[in-house]
C-alpha cells in the first residue's frame, strides 16, 4: 500500500524527521568523537552493549512517534517487544543508535533510524547520522533524500568495478570467486545501506541475524534510490514476523544485483536466486 493513502503523509515524515533530528541532539550529547562516550554503558543479555543514550533516545522517540500516530504499534531494539504489533496495521520500527559500539568508541558511523510499516512493509523512513552530518529520508514511492537533495544508487554493473562493504569473512570468500574493492565493514547496518544509496558505496553484505530495526528504515531508502535488499538467495525482506530477525542479506545498486546474487550462488553451490 502507498504511503499516499495515508493521511497527511507528508506532515507526518516531516514530523518524524523532526523527531530523530531532535533524538540525534540528545545522543551527541554524550558523543565523544574520537573517545569513548561519556554515558553510562552495560551489556544486555547475550552481551550486546547498550548505553544510557540508547535508552534515553529510545524513551524520546517513543513518546514523540506514538503522539503522531497513535494507532500504529512499536517495535524497537531497546523496548521488550509486545506480540500485539503483529494485528497492527501500522507499527513504527526504531533502533535508536544502530551502531552502539561505534558510538561507544568516538566513531562516527551510527545513526538514529525510525521505520513506519503499512502491513509489514516500511512506508516512511528516516536515518539521521549526526556526527555525520547527514540525514536520509525516503517516503515510498516518492524517492529518497540526503539532506534533502535526491539520490540515487550508482550505475556500476559488474562486480569487477564494485565497491562492496561487509564483514571480512564474507568479502574475503566473495573474492575468492571474483576480484572488487573491498570497501570493509562499516559498523552501522543502517548506514551501510544508505551509503549504497547515495552511490558512496556500490554493494554490502550483511551476515546473519540482523534485525527489523536495523533495516526497514534503509532498506526503504535504498529502494527508493534504486537499490535492492534480498536474502542470499534472492527473496524479498519482510517485516514485522513473529522474530524479527533475518538470515544473509545482500544490498546493492540496481543494476548490480542480479551479477551479485549470481556469484554468490555460485559460491554457495546454490540454485540461481529468484
Not at 561507544?104 to 533510524?113: I, K, N, Q, R, T
Not at 544508505?194 to 554493494?203: G, N
Not at 527508493?224 to 544473509?248: C, F, I, K
Amino acid at each position: 500500500m502507498s504511503a499516499s493513502t495515508l493521511p497527511l503523509a507528508a506532515d507526518l515524515m516531516r514530523a518524524a524527521s523532526e523527531s530523530c533530528l531532535e533524538a540525534g541532539r540528545l545522543a551527541l550529547d554524550l558523543f565523544r568523537p574520537g573517545a569513548q562516550t561519556a554515558a553510562r554503558t552495560w551489556a544486555k543479555s547475550g552481551g550486546s552493549p547498550v548505553t544510557e543514550a540508547d535508552i534515553g533516545v529510545d524513551t524520546f522517540l517513543r513518546v514523540r512517534l506514538s503522539a503522531l500516530l497513535p494507532e500504529a504499534a512499536w517495535l524497537s531494539e531497546e523496548t521488550v517487544d509486545d506480540a500485539q504489533r503483529l494485528t497492527h496495521r501500522f507499527v513504527w520500527v526504531v533502533d535508536p543508535i544502530d551502531g552502539t559500539r561505534a558510538y561507544m568508541s568516538g566513531s562516527p558511523d551510527w545513526a538514529v533510524c525510525v521505520a513506519l510499516l503499512d502491513e509489514g512493509a516500511p512506508i516512511l523512513g528516516v536515518v539521521h547520522a549526526p556526527a555525520c552530518d547527514a540525514t536520509y529520508t525516503a517516503v515510498a514511492g516518492s524517492g529518497a533524500r540526503r539532506n534533502g537533495e535526491p539520490i540515487r544508487t550508482s550505475s556500476v554493473r559488474t562486480l569487477a568495478d564494485a565497491r562492496i562493504a561487509g564483514p571480512k569473512p564474507m568479502l574475503d570468500a566473495l573474492a575468492r570467486v571474483q576480484p572488487f574493492e573491498a570497501v570493509g565493514k562499516i559498523p552501522s547496518l543502517a548506514l551501510r545501506l544508505t551509503r549504497i544509496a547515495d552511490a558512496t558505496i556500490d554493494a554490502g553484505l550483511i551476515s546473519p541475524d540482523a534485525r527489523d530495526w536495523d533495516l526497514a528504515a534503509a532498506d526503504l531508502v535504498l529502494r527508493e534510490a534504486g537499490g535492492r535488499l534480498s536474502g542470499g538467495d534472492g527473496g524479498a525482506v519482510t517485516y514485522n514476523r513473529p522474530a524479527p530477525v533475518h538470515g544473509m542479506l545482500v544490498a546493492s545498486a540496481g543494476a548490480l544485483a542480479t551479477p551479485l546474487l549470481e556469484t554468490l550462488a555460485q559460491l554457495h553451490g546454490q540454485p540461481q536466486p529468484r
